[in-house]
């Protein structure tokens, strides 16, 4: 069953500028990450962030998690264009099945 | 550098003909996961290996199979592909530890069905 559903779809925007995606989930998970996905190729992971913490951090990326709301946002500063791919959410809901389900994904686009 | 391989990278077969993708890791992760994606969407999970034991997917149909005959390899057998079969499959990998499952993912097979 899909667990995750992103907004928006595809995201379009000029080197420099912050990007934001949001990410929206149906049941208690245990942590919840955010991968890339480079066109052809295989996703890698980006953040981490259990369900016992509000935001992380790393380097340009910034994730926010409200389990009131079942929602995660995903913020990348000063844009690149090397920072065009799909991103996606994904939820583990550690029961010991050690399986991830993933969000459509965002399609980011940045213009130089 | 550890990493999780895949071969081939892109795969022709034709209808009917079955097909074998392989996935080798230098990670020595004890799970094994393959992912069926087609265009624009996301990764789908067809089965994984939890050391050597199988979980299938409710859903995955029976067309797919897979075996791991040690920790580093694990492949998956397309008995009959359809035109439908074509995607990308994923091979991912991690290791099972309390709250953090992080995955580490091949390059991904493209399958082409003729």
């Known amino acids: 069953s899909q667990q995750g559903e992103e907004d928006p779809q595809a995201l379009s925007i000029q080197e420099g500028e912050n990007a934001t995606m949001n990410c929206s989930y149906k049941?208690?998970?245990?942590?919840l990450q955010w991968y890339r996905q480079n066109s052809g190729r295989g996703l890698v992971h980006l953040i981490l962030?259990?369900?016992?913490?509000r935001e992380k951090h790393s380097g340009r990326l910034r994730v926010t998690l409200d389990t009131s709301k079942k929602s995660s946002s995903l913020l990348i500063t000063a844009s690149r264009a090397a920072d065009t791919a799909s991103y996606f959410c994904a939820t583990d809901s550690f029961q010991g099945a050690q399986k991830l389900v993933f969000g459509q994904g965002t399609r980011l686009t940045i213009n130089p | 550098d550890a990493m999780v391989i895949q071969n081939p990278r892109y795969q022709v077969t034709q209808f009917g003909k079955p097909v074998t993708l392989s996935c080798s890791q230098t990670?020595?992760?004890?799970?094994m996961y393959w992912y069926q994606q087609k265009s624009s969407q996301a990764p789908k999970l067809l089965f994984h290996?939890?050391?050597?034991?199988?979980?299938n997917e409710a859903d995955t149909p029976d067309n797919f199979q897979s075996r791991r005959p040690n920790t580093s390899f694990c492949f998956l057998d397309i008995r009959s592909p359809g035109l439908g079969d074509a995607a990308m499959y994923l091979c991912?990998?991690?290791?099972?530890?309390?709250?953090?499952?992080?995955?580490?993912f091949g390059p991904g097979t493209r399958l082409t069905v003729l």
């Open positions: 049941t208690s998970i245990n942590n």
């Open positions: 962030i259990r369900s016992n913490e």
């Open positions: 990670l020595n992760h004890n799970v």
């Open positions: 991912a990998t991690s290791r099972r530890t309390s709250g953090n499952n992080e995955q580490f």
């Open positions: 290996y939890y050391d050597k034991d199988f979980n």
